[in-house]
């Protein structure tokens, strides 16, 4: 997700959709411990995604 893109979302919705990542985050975490990803560089975009979203809300909440 874009940083342009992000930054358009409401307060609440950038929570939710943070939420939604890091749920999403640690079931492929466990899935790739199970079986391991093909593309394991998902988790990497996601956790850069999140961290993303984050400090979009803290800029926001500021």
Known sequence: ???????????QDLAERIEAQKAAL??????????PIENSTT??????????????LRQKQN
Do not use: G
């Open 1 to 11: 997700m874009k940083t342009a893109e992000i930054r358009e979302l409401s307060v």
């Open 26 to 35: 640690n079931q492929m975490k466990i899935n790739h411990s199970v079986s």
């Open 43 to 56: 988790i990497n975009k996601t956790r850069k995604d999140i961290a993303r979203m984050l400090t979009i």
